[in-house]
């Protein structure tokens, strides 16, 4: 069905209601033609700043609630708004000033669970003693009293929704798959954003089962880069300042703004891909106002962008969060993130925690033919040599043992073979930065040193065990 017939089919059933009353479980319809307020008792709204996947979380949550009146906040993403804009039509949205609040005994909410998230028109029924709240959130923080939690970590909370659509079997149109993929891929990155999880790609794949159009999906999420952007993004680079941080590269950039900019997150995004940073941090100090916008991006899992921000007063995910913060310097703000960083890193795994020891080690006037041997009955590709003090001489692999072409040469210290350049790591470095190392120098193992002597060894087979999550408890 294309998008115009399904648009039509809509337009028909409204014009059916026109009469009167759509008579729903608890659910007083207001008239399409006189636009009275609604009297209505079962409500699902989400943040402000509504992005697609809290768009497309309200929408599934009323396939889920029939009952329930989807109502959007007034502050919505700029990269929203012209996708509202065509299907206005298509989807029954209320506002805020259209519900009588005071009728109000069910409240869902999705895509977040604080109540300084929601629009402030919808704070009067924090107030309400039986009001029962049900939440869809992928964000585990909140400070909203729940009555059915429906809360876990996945890289879009459409995926949660979609989830339960799936178990009670609930069909949905090519529009509104169209719109939960766009809401997950936004939240996702494309599933390339370190908070996507299996789940995430199951529902893509449901969703283009059910005709979700790739084509739309691109043309909305392309979001608009203006000459504004463009110029905030120059200022941002020339002004950028990177720090190592715990192993990682993190870029800092501050900037004095004046007036509300939209889409600021893109420009940040863009920021970190230029510097080729792991991390990236952007502070927009709004000097009329005195507060600044804090935008955060992160490519790796030990910079956890949403402990970040929360511990400064916002949110988000692992990969990226922001924070408003009112009345403080900017260089004060990069200090206290700069200190989050280093504590986040002192819970993060580290070189002890996937090293092998005690380590196996050769001298260096033991034979090529004896060393060939130990390796063959260890079955490793390589170990540390060391001199009569124990002392880090060389490194000996099976690429240094293939340079030995005669009989002879078996009968040779291991000394005329080795490597002698040894690239080695302290042992309070990061998994992370052993693993750029080997990349780095293109080779399978890395002695761990403290004080000058070898403590450990990690391997190529460590750092595997490492990045796919196989490290024992």
């Known amino acids: 069905m294309t998008l115009y017939s399904y648009k039509d089919k809509i337009l028909s059933k409204k014009k059916q209601a026109v009469s009167g009353m759509i008579l729903r479980d ?45 109502v959007i906040p007034g502050d919505v993403n700029e990269n929203l708004k012209p996708f509202l804009a065509i299907h206005k039509d298509v989807f029954e949205l209320a506002t805020p000033n259209d519900v009588n609040l005071d009728q109000v005994d069910t409240l869902i909410v999705v895509d977040t669970h604080s109540w300084g998230r929601l629009d402030p028109r919808l704070a009067v ?6 009001l029962e709240v049900i939440v869809w959130d992928h964000h585990v923080h909140g400070d909203i009293q729940v009555t059915q939690p429906h809360i876990k970590e996945t890289g879009a909370c459409i995926t949660l929704i979609l989830d339960e659509i799936q178990r009670k079997r609930i069909l949905i149109t090519p529009i509104q798959a169209t ?42 999420l392309k979001q608009a880069y203006a000459r504004q952007h463009r110029d905030i993004l120059y200022d941002m680079i020339r002004k950028s300042e990177t720090i190592k941080q715990s192993g990682f590269t993190v870029g800092f ?63 988000g995910h692992p990969g990226a969060g922001s924070a408003l913060i009112k009345a403080a310097n900017p260089e004060v703000i ?58 880090l001489v060389g490194i000996v692999s ?56 070898m403590i450990g060894i990690v391997t190529r087979s460590d750092v595997m065990m490492y990045f796919y999550d196989m490290l024992p408890d």
């Open 179 to 220: 719109l939960f993929l766009i809401g997950l891929y936004e939240d996702t990155g494309n599933l390339t954003f370190p908070s996507t999880l299996g789940e995430d790609a199951h529902a893509a794949g449901f969703l283009l089962d059910r005709k979700a159009d790739l084509v739309i999906m691109a043309s909305f």
């Open 26 to 70: 608890r659910l007083f319809w207001r008239h399409p033609l006189t636009r009275d307020k609604i009297c209505i008792m079962k409500i699902v709204t989400t943040h402000k700043g509504t992005d697609f996947d809290a768009l497309a979380s309200l929408v599934a949550a009323t396939l889920i609630y029939p009952d329930a009146r989807p």
């Open 253 to 315: 950039s501050k900037l004095d703004l004046e007036g509300r900019v939209q889409n600021l997150a893109m420009v940040v995004q863009m920021y970190r891909e230029i510097i080729n940073a792991d991390a990236a941090f952007c502070i927009f100090r709004d000097l009329v106002q005195d507060k600044c916008m804090v935008i955060g991006r992160s490519g790796v899992d030990e910079i956890d962008i949403s402990l970040i921000m929360r511990s400064l007063g916002g949110g």
């Open 334 to 391: 990069q200090e206290m993130i700069v200190e989050l960083i280093s504590g986040n890193q002192q819970t993060s795994v580290m070189l002890s925690d996937i090293m092998s020891y005690p380590v196996v080690k050769v001298h260096e006037d033991t034979t090529v033919q004896e060393v060939i041997m130990i390796i063959r009955e260890l079955g490793c590709t390589g170990m540390p040599v060391v001199n009569d003090q124990d002392d």
């Open 125 to 130: 029924l924090r107030e309400k003693p039986d």
């Open 398 to 453: 099976r690429r240094d043992l293939k340079k030995v072409r005669q009989s002879k040469q078996k009968s040779a210290p291991i000394k005329a073979f080795m490597t002698r350049n040894v690239v080695t790591i302290s042992h309070e470095r990061s998994a992370v930065e052993v693993a750029r190392l080997m990349i780095k120098h293109d080779i399978g193992r890395v002695p761990v040193v403290k004080e000058g002597k």
